[in-house]
């Protein structure tokens, strides 16, 4: 099992630009969600999914968007980048089925907007 | 919405000393506490959730309802334990974890 696989690993943006964020599960995950990780500010929910077809908005969604037209996947979209936008993204998932799990994350993927 | 404290950002303490990682919560819905850690260069992973009651790699958590806390402790921390730990108590829907915003430990020899 490869668990939770994301890419890229590293991106560089100029400001403006668009791009996304790829997050796939093999675990059969009904639960997906992905993460901010920014100094002093810890782990902040950006989207989060609990099936395919469902999903709903997390702490930080502004300038993000999200599908989930599988239960595999789960893409990232950054619509048009800004530099507040540079973090290190996690994606994670978790078995779900209407109670909060053990989540398993994904190994980051470091974004720099310039 | 949930609110997790992690008062320390940053913890040193000597090899075989004790160690206690503060976390305090403002909703105490759910019996599900978890704590994650993230050692250098490796993906976060769960380290010990409160509804097991486990004790994983010599730590423990325990669950203050009334000062609403869950920290976490090991009597004698190695140098292995240096790394980053969230504490992480679900939010009211339960389907959205809320994390602290860390505390970087690292263990001197």
């Known amino acids: 099992n490869a668990g939770v696989t994301q890419t890229p690993k590293f991106q560089v943006l100029k400001t403006g630009q668009s791009m996304t964020l790829q997050c796939a599960q093999d675990?059969?995950?009904?639960?997906m969600s992905w993460y901010r990780q920014d100094p002093g500010m810890g782990l902040r929910l950006i989207h989060y999914?609990?099936?395919?077809?469902?999903?709903d908005q997390g702490e930080v969604p502004n300038g993000y968007n999200v599908s989930r037209s599988t239960t595999e996947d789960f893409p990232l979209r950054l619509l048009s980048a800004a530099p507040s936008q540079t973090s290190v993204y996690f994606c994670?998932?978790?078995?779900?089925?209407?109670?909060?799990?053990?989540?398993?994350f994904g190994e980051g993927s470091r974004l720099t907007v310039l | 919405a949930q609110r997790v404290t992690q008062p320390e950002k940053l913890l040193s303490v000597f090899k075989g000393a004790p160690v206690e990682l503060k976390c305090n919560y403002s909703?105490?819905?759910?019996?599900?506490l978890f704590w994650y850690v993230q050692y250098s260069r490796q993906r976060l992973q769960l380290l010990l959730r409160?509804?097991s009651r486990e004790s994983i790699k010599g730590f423990t958590a325990d669950l203050n309802k009334g000062e609403t806390s869950f920290h976490l402790k090991k009597p004698f921390a190695q140098e292995e334990d240096s790394a980053m730990y969230y504490c992480a108590p679900p939010s009211g829907s339960a389907r959205q974890l809320t994390f602290g915003s860390g505390t970087q430990l690292t263990v001197l020899p």
């Open positions: 909703y105490s819905g759910s019996p599900e």
């Open positions: 675990m059969n995950h009904e639960y």
């Open positions: 409160h509804i």
């Open positions: 994670a998932s978790s078995l779900g089925r209407g109670r909060t799990g053990e989540l398993f």
């Open positions: 999914s609990v099936g395919a077809g469902i999903t």
